[in-house]
């Protein structure tokens, strides 16, 4: 999984702390100031100690995850390795590679509960025990399934692989993902969000949650969409090429689209045709924690066209400005206001 943290940060909370500390004492080159340090944040708090023991405790029953699809998935990602039959058993020394590389649970947002230390035959139900992938505003972050199918997670999200049997099931929690499906007929890959249930067997698409809204952009083979609408329960098949929107007191709606537009996020780019300023303002807010923002509605509605890097407020209002589409009116390090242009 890639991550914007840097793989000797020792980190404030005391779960991702306790996982760099084990990856830091793992290494040959340990010097006794590392020792020290070590002894210094344990003695600290608590907490710390219930985090390093928790990080002990799932590191020593590590013979008891190698069949778990979400362990598996974090263990490919991290060894870059493209099959789960490429699997050889983990090494001790090798924890410490992992965890170096953001792979210990909390380092990278990952959850690990009870059901992970069960033996195989405890029930799978899911919960917010399976592990859990999440980004940061702004962040964005990739990994590797068991399957080799591969999750890109956009910002401000969340999705957890549950318990797989005779599908490949996870559930987007919120936010934005994009899924790249390995191909296995025998066990369809279903992404549920919210109370939509997206089903593949191998194919490339974008699932994309928000308040009152749900979106499928299909990039490539074909996907069926079941779920309550509000003319009852419905199913439909989508082909590549093509948008589903599910708008909470609204029908259906399948759209043919841009879908290299539509994907562009993945390339850290948004691409706006004509979209009404307000709109691009949002989906520009989605990916920074410094927020652009319109008290004028005819500013709002004055069309936007163009490729803009995600996160890069200052680069979009340079812009606008540019352009002659907007100014700047009050500004500060949380906040920019755009109004009419001057002049």
Do not use: C
Request: glycine fraction near 8%; avoid cysteine.
């Amino acid at each position: 999984m890639t991550s914007t943290t840097p793989g000797n940060e020792i980190h404030d909370d005391p779960d991702s702390a306790a996982a760099s500390w084990f990856a830091r004492l793992q290494g040959d080159d340990v010097l006794a100031d590392d020792r020290r340090a070590f002894e210094r944040w344990l003695n600290a708090d608590s907490r710390n100690v219930d985090a390093w023991d928790r990080t002990r405790a799932t590191w020593d029953d590590l013979t008891l995850l190698e069949a778990d699809p979400g362990f598996a998935a974090l263990r490919a990602d991290a060894l870059g390795v493209t099959s789960a039959a490429s699997f050889r058993p983990i090494s001790r020394r090798a924890v410490g590679a992992l965890a170096a590389g953001g792979v210990i649970a909390a380092a990278m947002g990952v959850i690990f509960g009870r059901r992970w230390l069960a033996t195989p035959s405890s029930p799978p139900a899911p919960s917010t025990e399976d592990p859990v992938f999440t980004t940061a505003v702004g962040e964005q972050s990739t990994f590797r399934l068991a399957d080799s199918s591969v999750v890109t997670l956009s910002t401000d999200s969340a999705v957890r692989v549950d318990h797989w049997t005779t599908e490949r099931r996870l559930t987007l929690l919120r936010g934005q993902a994009f899924f790249q499906v390995a191909k296995d007929p025998s066990r369809p890959f279903v992404v549920a969000a919210g109370d939509k249930r997206v089903t593949a067997v191998g194919t490339a698409f974008d699932v994309r949650m928000e308040p009152g809204k749900l979106s499928v952009t299909l990039v490539e083979g074909r996907v069926r969409i079941a779920g309550p609408s509000p003319g009852g329960d419905r199913m439909i098949e989508m082909a590549a090429g093509s948008r589903f929107v599910a708008a909470d007191t609204a029908e259906w709606v399948v759209a043919a689209v841009d879908t290299a537009k539509e994907s562009s996020w993945l390339q850290g780019r948004l691409v706006f045709d004509g979209e009404p300023l307000s709109d691009v303002v949002d989906e520009m807010n989605r990916f920074s924690q410094r927020k652009l923002w319109i008290a004028d509605p005819r500013v709002g509605a004055t069309p936007v066209s163009g490729v803009f890097k995600t996160g890069q407020v200052d680069a979009f209002v340079a812009a606008l400005r540019t352009y002659g589409l907007a100014d700047v009116g009050h500004a500060d390090d949380k906040q920019v206001e755009l109004i009419r242009p001057r002049g």
